[in-house]
Nanobody, 120 residues
């Protein structure tokens, strides 16, 4: 079994910063990629930022230059540093990981979500 545990959400004023963390635990042969998605009320879940095992990153256009995704392979942890937050960044943020099991099949796992609220 694999678990993703997120932390770091909260309430912040516009222009402020938050750092989200997501730690993967369990039987993990290899983590192929990790990413952060978000879902605002009444909207579809969208990919905010992703990072591969080779440290290739990609970002949603609206967060480029403000958010930075990084990973710590030794800790099986991914971070999302969010700066210059805007009210439209308000959402529940979910961690996702593509993890290879001992059988070498790759499965997608989700965290429980952490709420980010940006006040104007």
């Amino acid at each position: 079994q694999v678990q993703l545990v997120e932390s770091g959400g909260g309430l912040v004023q516009a222009g402020g910063s938050l750092r989200l963390s997501c730690a993967a635990s369990g039987i993990i042969r290899r983590i192929n990629a990790m990413g952060w998605y978000r879902q605002a009320p009444g909207k579809q879940r969208e990919l905010v930022a992703g990072i591969t095992s080779s440290n290739t990153t990609n970002y949603l256009d609206s967060v480029k230059g403000r958010f930075t995704i990084s990973g710590d392979n030794a800790k099986n942890t991914v971070y999302l540093q969010m700066n210059s937050l805007k009210p439209e960044d308000t959402a529940v943020y979910y961690c996702n990981a593509a993890i290879q099991s001992q059988t070498r099949f790759t499965y997608s796992y989700w965290g429980q979500g952490t709420r980010v609220t940006v006040s104007s």
